[in-house]
């Protein structure tokens, strides 16, 4: 149940401590931020880029 008897107005109130924090969950921008990652997207997008390339002129 509710506690509700009055307490004392001149005691000091109790501030809660917060929890330390663990480390923060890694997110999408940390993921791209990683170099082999970005190397495997850039040879990708090269690809591409050759692809479309050799569509609109070479065909």
Not at 5 to 29: F, I, M
Request: charged content about 10%; overall charge negative.
């Amino acid at each position: 149940m509710f506690e509700t008897s009055q307490s004392d107005p001149s005691a000091p109130v109790p501030v809660p401590v917060p929890a330390p924090v663990a480390e923060e969950p890694r997110g999408c921008l940390f993921a791209l931020s990683q170099p082999p990652l970005m190397i495997f997207l850039a040879v990708i997008g090269i690809l591409l880029l050759l692809a479309a390339v050799h569509d609109l002129f070479m065909l």
